[in-house]
């Protein structure tokens, strides 16, 4: 073979080396470029899962921290809910501590008053007590002096009044021999006997003819009320008409006709009772004495 046939021989052959060397060289490229793509895929989905392992992680994250934002809050609030509760109950133990303390000052201050009351009243009762003594005391001691004066004047009086009775003047006029001396009251003008008594008591009005005031004083006025009837025998005939008049009219009273008919003290009494007189006489019966007490 030619050179020159050797040489385009060598020159194609060359060539196609050539060729095929750029076709090697274009493929190893394109595997490069493949693999560059596949190695940039791969880094993708590398940061992909990255990214998303990190998305998890901050989600994780971010819910731990909202988790411990929620138990911080719930904790803030069980502590501050405990706070309010030891607050309120510090409040309410001070109130009732300040409660029992009025209500301890209340009670000494009643205690104090009613002590003071108490205290007040016992010596008012005391100072009522020793007034109510001292009166006592004045009163029974003015009574005493008024009882001791009044026996005093009493006795005064009693000692004028017997003195003044052992002055009086017998009776005036006969005596009758059963009913005694016959009087007119100086105080209620009422008539009766005295049955022979030493004491002439009116059985109206009670006085003591032995009281009678002096001549020449105006007699006292009779009194409204009637005084208790002492009793006393009327002035009558016989024995038997004594008991009917005194069953009529009362004891120590005599008849109305008996009164109309009989004269005062110291005229001539009663005509029957001198004849009562001069037959007793005559029968030797004795007429007593003024003073002396009479057989009724």
């Keep these: 073979m030619s050179p020159k046939k050797k040489s385009t021989a060598a020159k194609k052959k060359a060539a196609a080396a050539k060729k095929k060397a750029a076709a090697i060289k274009k493929k190893a490229a394109a595997a490069k470029k493949k693999a560059a793509a596949v190695k940039k895929k791969a880094a993708a989905m590398v940061a992909k899962k990255k990214a998303a392992v990190a998305g998890v992680k901050a989600a994780a994250i971010a819910a731990r921290k909202k988790a411990a934002a929620l138990r911080k809050k719930?904790?803030?609030a069980k502590k501050k809910a405990a706070a309010t509760l030891k607050k309120k109950a510090a409040a309410a133990k001070k109130k009732a501590a300040l409660l029992r303390k009025k209500e301890i000052a209340a009670k000494q201050k009643a205690a104090d008053i009613a002590r003071k009351k108490a205290a007040a009243e016992k010596k008012a009762a005391a100072a009522a007590a020793a007034e109510a003594k001292r009166k006592a005391a004045a009163e029974k001691k003015a009574a005493a002096d008024e009882e001791r004066k009044q026996k005093a004047a009493e006795a005064a009086a009693e000692k004028k009044k017997a003195r003044a009775r052992a002055r009086a003047a017998a009776p005036i006029g006969p005596r009758h021999p059963k009913?005694?001396?016959?009087?007119?009251?100086?105080?209620?003008?009422?008539?009766?006997?005295?049955?022979?008594?030493p004491e002439p008591v009116c059985p109206k009005c009670e006085e003591d003819q032995r009281d009678r005031p002096p001549a020449g004083t105006p007699a006292p006025k009779a009194p409204t009320k009637r005084a208790s009837v002492r009793p006393m025998a009327p002035l009558l005939d016989d024995d038997d008409d004594v008991g009917t008049a005194?069953?009529?009219?009362?004891?120590?009273?005599?008849?109305?006709?008996?009164?109309?008919?009989?004269?005062?003290i110291g005229d001539a009494i009663f005509d029957q009772a001198d004849a009562e007189s001069e037959t007793d006489s005559d029968e030797g019966s004795e007429v007593d004495e003024p003073g002396k007490t009479a057989k009724s």
Excluded: M, V
């Design 74 to 76: 719930q904790i803030d």
């Design 179 to 197: 009913l005694g001396y016959k009087w007119t009251c100086f105080n209620c003008e009422a008539k009766f006997y005295d049955l022979g008594k």
């Design 246 to 264: 005194s069953r009529e009219t009362g004891p120590g009273f005599e008849h109305a006709s008996d009164a109309a008919a009989t004269p005062p």
